[in-house]
């Protein structure tokens, strides 16, 4: 089967039927867990060098992994790979978009420093626009590069955005389309698309603004809106003491 040929949404759309025609008990939850991992095996073993390539890159991330929640996060980018290989449909190898789009979702693996976000947005720049060019784009590439976009950006914006409201803005901006398809995939019994945006999609925007504040000159986690506070918010865990003169100075 050439790649494109949607083998991979009928499988998962047959898993999806079974689990809503067994009334989502949990006889058919162990069902369905059970063919989806006999599929994911099937698939692993057809495409041994792309099982290879995705273990030596996770392998690569667990070393230079910062601690041990950065290792989890290795082990669960590991697992979700390797799992989805039938995702790569007529491909036996992963791509240099697909190899992108990992590192995004391990970025916070390997460092929480504030060029991350920078580095985020130019593999998200560039993984898809390279897919399409070499005519690698999958299944695969787009569920890894949604699930790389959350599983940056969430924690990025929570750990370097004191402002709820831009917070809110990007976690709204992944979690509700992606809640939302996940939800009805599983009512209607079949794969739901999350609708594509032409041009500049929301999120990208808030992603980006998100980066700027945070490279500005003087910008210190506090008050919202301001490059310094004079109290540094109990829920905040900045990169420096908490009675360091940047919780003490006063805004602007």
């Known amino acids: ?20 025609e067994g009334g989502w008990r949990p006889r ?22 792309a099982a290879a390539e995705a273990t030596a890159l996770h392998a690569a991330f667990l070393c230079a992994a910062r601690d041990g929640r950065g290792r989890a996060r290795a082990a669960a980018s590991w697992l979700l790979a390797i799992t989805h290989l039938g995702m790569l449909e007529g491909r036996t190898r992963l791509s240099v978009a697909d190899t992108l789009t990992l590192l995004r979702a391990n970025l916070p693996a390997l460092s929480d420093g504030a060029w991350t976000g920078p580095a985020a947005l130019a593999t998200d720049f560039l993984d898809g626009r390279l897919a399409r060019r070499t005519g690698t784009a999958s299944p695969f590439g787009a569920y890894a590069d949604a699930l790389a976009d959350a599983s940056f950006w969430i924690p990025y914006a929570l750990r370097h955005e ?36 032409r041009g500049l999609h929301p999120a990208t925007a808030v992603e980006a603004a998100i980066v700027a504040r945070r490279l500005r000159p003087g910008f210190v986690p506090g008050r919202p809106g301001t490059s310094r506070a004079r109290s540094c918010p109990r829920s905040w865990n900045p990169p420096f003491p908490p009675h360091s003169r940047h919780c003490t100075s006063t805004a602007p």
């Open 1 to 20: 089967m050439g790649a494109g040929d949607g083998s991979s949404r009928r499988r998962t759309d047959a898993l999806l039927t079974g689990l809503r």
């Open 28 to 49: 058919a939850w162990a069902a369905f867990a059970a063919r989806a991992t006999a599929w994911s095996a099937r698939e692993a073993a057809r495409r041994p060098q």
């Open 162 to 197: 004191p402002d709820p409201r831009w917070r809110g803005a990007l976690i709204g901006a992944w979690v509700l389309p992606l809640a939302g398809a996940t939800a009805a995939a599983f009512a209607r019994g079949r794969m739901v698309d999350v609708p594509r945006i």
